[in-house]
């Protein structure tokens, strides 16, 4: 059976889903982290401390969650080079309305490299981190 990566991360307690932007929000990171897989043992028990802790409750204001639920309708209508545009400034809108440190965010060029596939962009970047 099939489970999207980001119903797993919510339920591990390391974000929150948001049903307006049908993002992972990150107590620290917000939107800004990938999910990339899942590892899953049976018998396996960890020793230490787990995971940072996730967004324990949703902590948008209603009024927000109303603004990112319009964004996330409009970056669904739009195409091309618009939609780029407006799937990022969902992403901005959601990390501004959780109190998400700027410095979290992604940089020009990862956000070049995620939305536009430019490899060049990120190599640059981390040879400048």
């Known amino acids: 059976s099939y489970l999207p990566i980001q119903r797993l991360a919510a339920a591990s307690g390391l974000a929150v889903l948001s049903q307006e932007c ?21 018998e396996v028990k960890m020793k230490g401390p787990s995971i940072s802790p ?7 204001s209603e009024e927000g969650k109303r603004q990112l639920k319009a964004q996330c309708d409009k970056a669904v209508r739009s195409l091309g080079q618009e ?6 400034e969902l992403r901005r809108m959601a990390s501004r309305l959780a109190g998400i440190d700027k410095r979290c965010w992604y940089s ?7 939305y536009g596939l430019n490899r060049e ?3 640059a970047d981390i040879k400048g981190a």
């Not at 049908?22 to 990938?34: D, E, I, K, Q, T």
């Open 22 to 42: 049908h993002m992972c929000l990150h107590a620290v990171y917000g939107p800004w982290f990938s999910l990339r897989g899942v590892l899953i043992f049976k």
């Open 54 to 60: 996730g967004l324990t409750q949703d902590v948008i």
């Open 83 to 88: 939609a780029t545009q407006e799937w990022i």
């Open 108 to 114: 020009d060029e990862q956000i070049s490299y995620h």
């Open 121 to 123: 962009a990120l190599v």
